[in-house]
Antibody
Framework: QVHLQQSGSGLVKPSQTLSLTCTVS??????????WSWMRQHPGKGLEWIGY???????FYNPSLKSRVTISIDTSENHFSLNLTSLTAADTGMYYC????????????WGQGTLVTVSS | QSVLTQPPSVSAAPGQMVTISCSGS????????VSWYQHLPGTAPKLLIY???ERPSGIPNRFSGSKSGTSATLDILGLQTEDEGLYYC???????????FGGGTKLTVL
């Protein structure tokens, strides 16, 4: 059974960088076939796709975040990471990682979620 | 304002059926696959339907999806109290060149 476990700090100061990692068990990132993804949910709002990365390192981002986001992958550690720079209060919310299908755009399973609060 | 439009809320009694709609356009639902997610309080979202109507293993057959033109529908039969939560549709948008989610529908089982 595939399991995604998120780690990283949930409290970040304005203008700083958010760094989250998603460690995969039960599947090998380097086996290909899936896009390793990040989504977020602002308080009281719907889900937003942040971006995803293929095992080769090719990454695709939501244009609204592209200038501030980097998704990276470490096949030796079987994990992938999210960096989001220049944080503001508008970046506060729940962040999720997930395994995805790049063509059909479905995501399964998801990580447990990380509550990110941007506050001084 | 989400690219995919869902009703904010739906409700029905236990044992009844409920339908959740997801309306889009030719750049997303009309020419791409739709997936549906269940998001219960305190849990991570769970995939219910992918590729318009396919169910992942372990998802009960009382959950079904369909698509017609630029709209998609999630039907839930035999409602149970544990079905209460948020439901999202999602699709790729070819014009935006990225994936989009609906705004979510809150299901209340009366």
């Amino acid at each position: 059974q595939v399991h995604l476990q998120q780690s990283g700090s949930g409290l970040v100061k304005p203008s700083q960088t958010l760094s989250l990692t998603c460690t995969v068990s039960g599947d090998s990132i380097s086996s290909g076939g899936y896009y390793w993804s990040w989504m977020r949910q602002h308080p009281g709002k719907g889900l937003e796709w942040i971006g995803y990365i293929y095992y080769s390192g090719s990454a695709f981002y939501n244009p609204s975040l592209k200038s501030r986001v980097t998704i990276s992958i470490d096949t030796s550690e079987n994990h992938f990471s999210l960096n989001l720079t220049s944080l503001t209060a508008a970046d506060t919310g729940m962040y999720y990682c997930a395994r995805g299908d790049g063509f059909s755009f479905w995501f399964d399973p998801w990580g447990q979620g990380t509550l990110v609060t941007v506050s001084s | 304002q989400s690219v995919l439009t869902q009703p904010p809320s739906v409700s029905a009694a236990p044992g009844q059926m409920v339908t959740i709609s997801c309306s889009g356009s030719s750049s997303n639902i009309g020419n791409n696959y739709v997936s549906w997610y269940q998001h219960l309080p305190g849990t991570a979202p769970k995939l219910l339907i992918y590729d318009n109507y396919e169910r992942p293993s372990g998802i009960p057959n009382r959950f079904s999806g369909s698509k017609s033109g630029t709209s998609a529908t999630l039907d839930i039969l035999g409602l149970q109290t544990e079905d209460e939560g948020l439901y999202y549709c999602a699709s790729r948008d070819s014009s935006l060149n990225h994936g989009v989610f609906g705004g979510g529908t809150k299901l209340t089982v009366l």
